[in-house]
């Protein structure tokens, strides 16, 4: 039996139709990866910390378990103590995130307590003196990019006590 032009045709746009979904389905597994990929704080190194101003960096271990490795091109978060809103932080350092593996992204806490007080908490030296209470929310988006692939608003939330970083920093200097 032969096949006639339109069916030659037909199977043509079936088998690119096929593969265009597979694609998809795998590019769509690989994103889901991303987005249940573990974080973990590893690391710390406080710049100031001080009543006049909160500095540091703060090194979060990704657990890519996905076969695309990935570029984060750009980061754009903001920073909350205690569910208030403190600060805006943008960073465009490029940082690899790799396949199948583990990586370490660092993130920039910046914020004024002062800011802290006109957000709304009170009795932020008692606070202070007991940092466990003190949860700072790092919540925002990434720019991701791989190949010809990129997502600009890839969301990204990571919570840590100040105890832990100031903890973190002390095992890490």
Known sequence: MTLTGIQKRNIAIGGI?????GIG???????????????KL????????????VNATVYVEIDNKGDLSVDVIGQDYNIYVNDKFVSNVKVKDDIRINSNGKSILP????????TVLMAGLVNLTSILSDKSKIIIS????????TGVLSVKNFGFNVDMTLAEIVEIANETA
Do not use: E, M
């Open 17 to 21: 139709l096929t593969l265009i979904v």
């Open 42 to 53: 590893i690391g710390a190194k406080v710049h100031n910390l001080s009543l006049s101003g």
């Open 138 to 145: 790092v919540k925002g988006s990434l720019s991701i990019k």
């Open 25 to 39: 389905i795998y590019v769509y597994r690989q994103y889901d990866h991303l987005v249940k990929a573990g974080k």
């Open 107 to 114: 993130l920039t806490i910046n914020f004024n307590p002062q």
